[in-house]
């Protein structure tokens, strides 16, 4: 099982830059993909990007060019900065891991609220 860890969020100004970190433990061994969604309110929870084995990276339209998704497989850990930040970005973060038998787990949750 592994378990997860979620720091950075908070409040920016449109424009502006935060960055998302998430540390992994437990059975790190299984993990395969690492990545972060969101979730708006009133709206479903979304992929935002995320790094597969061999560092393959996946990011959303809406975020292309201005987040970065990076990963430490050493540490088991994975980052998100996000520059350029827009009002319609606001929404719960969540850290995920999918493992080699396609299960997830998923962070609490961290708060990102981008002001106009």
């Known amino acids: 099982q592994v378990q997860l860890v979620e720091s950075g969020g908070g409040l920016a100004q449109a424009g502006g830059s935060l960055r998302l970190s998430c540390a992994a433990s437990?059975?790190?061994?299984?993990?395969?993909?690492m990545g972060w969604y969101r979730q708006a309110p009133g709206k479903q929870r979304e992929l935002v990007a995320l790094?597969?084995?061999?560092?393959?990276?996946h990011y959303t339209d809406s975020v292309k060019g201005r987040f970065t998704i990076s990963r430490d497989n050493a540490k088991h850990t994975v980052s998100l900065q996000m520059s350029a930040l827009k009002p319609e970005d606001t929404a719960v973060y969540y850290c995920n891991v999918m493992d080699n038998w396609s299960r997830n787990t998923w962070g609490p949750g961290t708060q990102v609220t981008v002001s106009s």
């Open positions: 790094v597969a084995s061999g560092n393959i990276t």
């Open positions: 437990g059975s790190t061994f299984s993990i395969n993909a």
